[in-house]
Structures are given as structure tokens and as C-alpha cells.
């Protein structure tokens, strides 16, 4: 037995994710390795077959080396892990006396080591020494791919299709869905006289064609099993967000998880073509959509008043989804 590289043994951590992968789980591998080459313990994340959240790679690789090593104490031995340890495995290896921790990616959600703070550097009596990066990209995209995956099965489940408005026999199935959507919803936040010059300056056939052709709008027909139960629009923006311009489902698909489905969907827009978030403006007193808007995660980051003409202003909140891609479990 001879000790080999860390890349060797970081592979190795890999390979287990990727079993954890295939079975359904978030892809995190780990490897204990002794000074002299034994391989003392091996574990894969299992959280969701054992229905249990202690069932992390790394303290089932230490609960593996502690049997085979006969003790509690793995000094001598080195942790390999394809994902940042999280405090609660932190605390294992501080615990069980590694004297080595070699992490793969960083885990900004959770990550113990230095993302979310740094338990290594906090004064408890024993001080693993830590190195990180060691193929990170491939435990990365191990990453990446489960989740876009996990997200496109969701989509899929959730029965919700966006078909991209092209024609102009589209253009005008969106302009009268506009107006239906809009006359029922509006009344009782502004006034109709408001509502009938918005649609007209707004989502009329001439003006949503007018957008598609020079202002860099996309539409979007939300599509629910063939039917077509409302629409979307967004616009990227220069400084590289995303503006989501309009999103409208009629009424009696409204609290099915739909709106959730279509923001999924444009989140995973934002993270193919690197915007780095969602941004959208709500009227003040539309609070129905303010609170869909804070249970998919927007937060406020502004507010304020819009002369849109006609003697009518806009009264907004702007909200925020950051887009940015996680690694975490
Ligand atoms: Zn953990």
C-alpha cells in the first residue's frame, strides 16, 4: 500500500458522488485516507434514501475508518470530500481529529470551512490543516448537472410548457389574453379608465409587436397541457439582468404552483445566458402578487413613482431574484 496523490483520492471522492448522483441524491463523495495509503473509510451523501438528516458523506466515510481503525481518533488520516464540509460535519472532523481535510468545490450555502465562516479557524482544541480547489471544476459540474436535471424533471412534473411568441397569430392570442387577464385583476388596484390606456400602450397587438421588433422583449405563452392559461415577457438588460416585464396567469389556474414553474423556468434562462438576476416592478397595492413574489424568494431592493403618461403614474416596489448557481445540498 503506498499513498497516492490527492487527486487520486479526490477521484476516488468523485466516484462516489456520482453514485450518489445516479441514485437520486445530491452528488457529495468522501474518502479517508491513512498516512501509509489505507483506505479506512468511503461514504456518499444518502440523505434522502435513509430519510435522514445526518446521513452526509463525510460522517458516514468517519463512522466507516473509526470501525476499521478500531478508535475515535483518526489522527494520521486525511479527509478527501468533493463539497466544502458544513458545520455539522465540521464539527465530526474536528471531533474525530483529522489531521488533513482536501475539499473539491466551495459550498456558498453552507460551506464551514471559509464560505460561510470558518470553524477551522475558531479556537477549539484540534485544527485539521485544509486544502481546497483540488478538481473543483469536475465536482462543480457534478453538481451543476444533477440540479439542472433535478429542475428540468420538476418542470416537467409541474406540467408547465413556454412556448416563445413568434407569429403574429401568437402575438394576438397574447394581446387578448392581456386584455382578459387585465380587466379582471386591475379594478381593484387602479382605475378602468388606467387599465384601458396601459393595454393599449402596452399589450396591444401593435405594441407587443413593437417590442418583440426594437425594444428586445421575449414572450412567452405559458402553455398548461396544450392550453394556454397565460403569458410572460422579459427583457435582458445591460447590466446583465434580467427584467421581467410581465407575468400573467388567468384566474382559475392561479395558486396551482404554475407562477412558481415560470419562474424556475427563467431562472434557468438566467443561469444558460449568465444573467446574474431577475428584476421586476409590482404596484405598490398589488398584494396578492407581492406575496407570490416573496415566497419564490424576490426581495425588495427599491422603490418608486413612474410617469407612464396620460396623466397616470406607476406606485412600484422592485423586487430581485439573484440567478446566481449554488452548489449547495
Ligand atoms: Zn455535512
Redo the contacts with the bound molecule.
Keep these: 500500500m503506498a499513498l497516492m496523490s490527492d487527486e487520486y483520492y479526490m477521484k476516488m471522492a468523485l466516484g462516489l458522488a456520482a453514485e450518489a448522483a445516479s441514485e437520486g441524491e445530491t452528488p457529495v463523495g468522501a474518502v479517508i485516507v491513512r498516512s501509509d495509503g489505507l483506505i479506512a473509510g468511503k461514504g456518499k451523501n444518502s440523505r434522502e434514501k435513509n430519510r435522514n438528516a445526518l446521513c ?1 458523506a ?2 458516514i466515510a468517519i463512522d466507516e475508518a473509526c470501525k476499521t481503525l478500531g478508535g475515535w481518533r483518526l489522527r494520521d488520516c486525511t479527509l478527501f470530500v468533493t463539497l466544502e ?2 458545520p ?2 465540521t464539527g465530526a472532523i474536528i471531533n474525530s481529529r483529522i489531521e488533513r481535510v482536501v475539499f473539491a468545490a466551495k459550498d456558498p450555502k453552507a460551506g464551514s470551512v471559509g464560505s460561510v465562516t470558518n470553524l477551522f479557524e475558531k479556537e477549539y482544541n484540534h485544527c485539521p490543516e485544509t486544502i481546497s480547489g483540488i478538481l473543483e471544476e469536475e465536482s462543480s459540474s457534478l453538481l451543476k448537472n444533477f440540479f439542472s436535471e433535478l429542475r428540468r424533471k420538476n418542470q416537467k412534473m409541474s406540467g408547465v410548457k413556454l412556448t416563445e411568441v413568434k407569429t403574429s397569430e401568437q402575438i394576438k392570442k397574447v394581446a387578448a389574453m392581456a386584455d382578459e387577464i387585465w380587466h379582471e385583476w386591475f379594478p381593484s388596484i387602479i382605475s378602468e379608465g388606467q387599465i384601458d390606456y396601459m393595454l393599449e400602450k402596452f399589450q396591444s397587438e401593435k405594441a407587443i409587436s413593437d417590442q418583440l421588433a426594437n425594444d428586445g422583449y421575449r414572450y412567452f405563452m405559458i402553455m398548461n397541457g396544450g392550453e394556454h392559461i397565460g403569458y410572460t415577457a422579459v427583457r435582458p438588460e445591460n447590466d446583465g439582468r434580467l427584467f421581467l416585464s410581465k407575468i400573467y396567469i388567468k384566474k382559475e389556474h392561479r395558486g396551482k404552483g404554475f407562477g412558481r414553474a415560470v419562474f424556475e423556468f427563467l431562472k434557468e434562462m438566467c443561469r444558460e445566458n449568465g444573467y446574474s438576476a431577475i428584476r421586476l416592478t409590482v404596484n405598490k397595492h398589488n398584494d396578492d402578487s407581492i406575496a407570490v413574489y416573496k415566497k419564490c424568494g424576490f426581495r425588495i431592493i427599491g422603490e418608486g413613482v413612474t410617469d407612464i403618461g396620460g396623466g397616470y403614474v406607476m406606485d412600484d416596489y422592485f423586487f430581485q431574484l439573484d440567478a446566481e448557481e449554488q452548489n449547495g445540498r
Excluded: D, R, V
Aim: charged fraction near 15%; hydrophobic fraction near 30%; aromatic fraction near 0%.
Design positions: 452526509h463525510e460522517l464540509p458544513c455539522m460535519c
